[in-house]
């Protein structure tokens, strides 16, 4: 198994206030805290590393993540395979399989274990050339260069159409006798680069640098640049997966189509171009149309467009026909007869509803003028004066006759009153006896001799004294 050394070396060299902890009580540790620390040593100091070893003790859990051991003849280290990253593998993985893995040094704090977050796996015979592929497939994926909503989309009619390419290799001869024969009006550009080797990479940067320019100046205009090349093997199609050509690609103004090697074949260039065919032939057959079937489709369009003008024109003499035959047509007048025998009629209606609704509303008029008189506030006063004056006759017969009555009562009363009353006793010869303080004296018991006493008459009083 093998590590990054430089890593390895900057792990250890630990701070001097780290190192000098004995006797200091301050810095004891609980298990947690010392376990979190060395995790987080790890994953700052060595961080993402490609280790090679063997697959042992591997277990595939029913949750979908993979754990196993990487070996080798001296030591191991435990490994954490997770299920998004499995969906990434090209193969299975089994025990006592030599394998690479990037990933990142971590701890698993409930055991204490350190242990690798496996973030890519390749069989060891890939190679270099594959880890890097994976590696910077990765990066630029996290950046967004694979994005779809960044793709431009390809003309369906392009007239111009530049191939950067080897003007010596098989896939120029290709593009250009598909193109030959499915749209030979359209214009091909070549712009000749190197597509194997060390300076390949820098030549198909320049290539796009130079068409990005030349097409803004230029008379001719691009419609879609074809970088493209046959097959080859891993190391032939390397230019192809160097990060200068991918981000070259995806700051090209104009679409890009990407056709590098066989079907099977995948590069960086395929992932950020914004069209991938599987072969130089299949590119050319995508990007320009058939002129033979776009040729059916035109006598298609025709043969229907004369069968529908056809039907039109039929349609439309038939409708011309069947009017120039019309009596209303040869006799005009009679036409304007009727609308105007129709116009009579519609004023004498109109007239004879107008004069219904006048009378109508006359009627209800005069039926109004009638109602308002009978409550007009002068007839209601008449009314209530006179039912006035009839309360207040009756009114005074009534009072003048309760007066007469109550009249006629005091005068009976007082002669009653008088015939009853102690003059008219006195008037037939009676007298009545008062003591001196003028008390009626009621008998005779009640004085006593020597009492001062008054004898009252009708004609005036006597005073005696008792005896």
């Not at 009006?185 to 597509?195: D, N, S």
């Not at 304007?336 to 209606?349: E, G, M, P, Y």
């Not at 209601?380 to 004066?385: A, K």
Request: glycine residues 6%.
């Amino acid at each position: 198994m093998s590590v990054n050394k430089n890593a390895m070396d900057d792990l250890f060299d630990f701070p001097d206030e780290e190192q000098n902890v004995t006797g200091n009580t301050d810095a004891i540790f609980s298990v947690t805290q010392l376990t979190r620390k060395i995790r987080n040593l790890l994953e700052d100091r060595i961080g993402e590393v490609w280790v090679e070893g063997e697959i042992s003790n591997l277990r595939k859990q029913s949750s979908g993540h993979h754990y196993f051991t990487l070996k080798d003849e001296s030591a191991q280290i435990s490994c954490a395979l997770f299920r998004n990253k499995i969906r990434q593998l090209t193969f299975p993985l089994e025990d006592g399989m030599k394998v690479q893995v990037l990933g990142n040094v971590s701890v698993y704090q409930a055991r204490g274990n350190y242990q690798i977050i496996v973030e890519l796996i390749q069989d060891k015979g890939l190679g270099a050339l594959q880890a890097k592929f994976e590696a910077l497939k990765r990066k630029l994926d996290s950046e967004g260069l694979f994005d779809n909503s960044t793709k431009q989309s390809v003309s369906d009619f392009p007239e111009t159409i530049c191939l950067i390419t080897s003007p010596t290799g098989a896939a120029l001869r290709d593009i250009l006798s598909v193109m030959q024969r499915r749209a030979p009006w359209v214009t091909v550009l070549v712009y000749p680069v190197r597509v194997q080797g060390k300076e390949a990479a820098g030549e198909i940067s320049q290539a796009l640098e130079f068409l990005a320019s030349w097409n803004e100046q230029a008379t001719t205009s691009i419609d879609t640049v074809v970088i493209t090349r046959g097959g080859g093997s891993l190391e032939d199609l390397w230019p192809f997966n160097e990060e200068q050509v991918a981000r070259s690609i995806h700051a090209f103004p104009l679409p890009v189509v990407s056709a590098i090697g066989h079907e099977i074949d995948f590069t960086i260039s395929d992932f950020v171009a914004d069209l991938r065919a599987p072969t130089p032939s299949a590119a050319a057959e995508m990007i320009v149309p058939d002129s033979e079937e776009l040729l059916n489709r035109i006598q298609h369009m025709q043969t229907s467009l004369e069968r529908t003008v056809g039907a039109s024109v039929e349609r439309h003499a038939d409708r011309i026909e069947f009017m120039a035959g019309s009596a209303l047509l040869k006799e005009p007048m009679r036409i304007v007869s009727d609308l105007t025998q129709d116009h009579d009629r519609i004023t004498d209606k109109f007239e004879s509803v107008f004069k219904k609704a006048i009378e109508e509303k006359a009627n209800s008029i005069i039926e109004l003028r009638h109602q308002l008189t009978l409550h007009h506030p002068v007839k209601r006063l008449e009314s209530v004066s006179g039912r006035f004056s009839l309360l207040a006759n009756q009114l005074t017969n009534s009072a003048l006759a309760q007066c007469q009555a109550l009249s006629e009562r005091c005068t009976s009363a007082a002669s009653s009153l008088k015939n009853l009353g102690p003059g008219s006793v006195l008037a037939r010869g009676y007298s009545i006896t008062l003591d001196e303080n003028g008390n009626l004296i009621e008998s005779a018991k009640n004085s006593k001799a020597g009492d001062r006493i008054i004898s009252k008459f009708s004609d005036g009083e006597i005073r005696s004294t008792v005896e």
